[in-house]
């Protein structure tokens, strides 16, 4: 299967390890194209590396451990440089898929030539119900925010109605200026004009940076809402 496939999923950490399992779990359950796997094990568990390395084993995809963790632009970094498929997908570790989820996103970029592809990312339990991002802004005017010159360009991030629920937001594909990383899309050709992610950059608004960088060599960053995942930021009940 993966000989045909399209579409890498490069995992990576973000924050803590607590659902990695119930998220690559989620993967291969609802995940029914043919796909390459990169697993990106920056000093997990012992535990849990053990379980994904045997999961390696049987269902055979890369299982990439190193021994220290890595900052999320690091992580994807690591995953891409082993991807040789025409898509990759981002995926954090404590990111759960809905079923029938990376079909849209495949189809949304075959179909439209968008370089990246964004699903409705929802947040928190029960699952896939109330939306974390629905695509996202960080200017009013993206021309004039790209004629400023550097020092004057002001940022102004919107998250795309967080909060409402699932079935109140439209299904309908859209033109968006930036998504967040839980989950991602990206034509590997991009990486050849941009380059890799940036490493100085640490944590939080390294999405805003990609996407400027996309949309500044006049690519497209799309949201596909018929694709849907859950982010399960850390609660009490799942620390």
């Known amino acids: 299967a993966v000989d045909q496939a399209k579409v890498a999923l490069i995992v990576t950490p973000r924050e803590r390890f607590g659902v990695a399992r119930e998220s690559l779990t989620s993967?291969?359950?609802?995940?029914?194209?043919?796909?390459?796997?990169?697993?990106?094990?920056?000093?997990?568990?012992?535990?849990?590396?053990?379980?994904?390395?045997e999961q390696a084993r049987v269902r055979g995809f890369q299982h990439l451990y190193i021994s220290r963790f890595l900052t999320p632009n690091e992580a994807r970094n690591a995953g891409l440089r082993r991807a040789t498929t025409r898509y990759v997908i981002f995926i954090d570790n404590d990111?759960?898929?809905?079923p029938n989820w990376i079909e849209p996103l495949i189809a949304a970029a075959e179909s439209t030539g968008a370089d990246v592809v964004a699903p409705l990312t929802c947040e928190g339990m029960p699952l896939h119900t109330r939306v974390h991002q629905a695509g996202g802004s960080f200017t009013t005017d993206l021309a004039g925010f790209f004629a400023a010159p550097h020092g004057e360009r002001i940022i102004e991030e919107v998250m795309h109605h967080q909060g409402r629920k699932v079935g109140d937001i439209p299904k309908e594909q859209v033109a968006t200026q930036c998504c967040e990383f839980h989950?991602?899309?990206?034509?590997?050709?991009?990486?050849?004009?941009?380059g890799e992610f940036d490493t100085d950059?640490?944590?939080?608004?390294?999405?805003?940076?990609?996407?400027?960088?996309?949309?500044?060599?006049?690519?497209?960053?799309?949201?596909?809402?018929?694709?849907?995942?859950?982010?399960?930021y850390p609660v009490r009940s799942r620390p």
């Open 27 to 53: 993967i291969f359950e609802h995940t029914k194209v043919p796909f390459d796997l990169i697993y990106v094990d920056a000093a997990g568990p012992k535990d849990l590396s053990a379980w994904v390395a």
């Open 95 to 98: 990111v759960i898929c809905s």
């Open 183 to 194: 989950c991602v899309l990206v034509r590997r050709s991009v990486f050849d004009q941009i």
């Open 201 to 232: 950059m640490l944590a939080t608004k390294e999405h805003i940076d990609f996407c400027m960088s996309v949309l500044a060599k006049g690519g497209k960053v799309l949201l596909e809402p018929r694709s849907v995942v859950t982010y399960l």
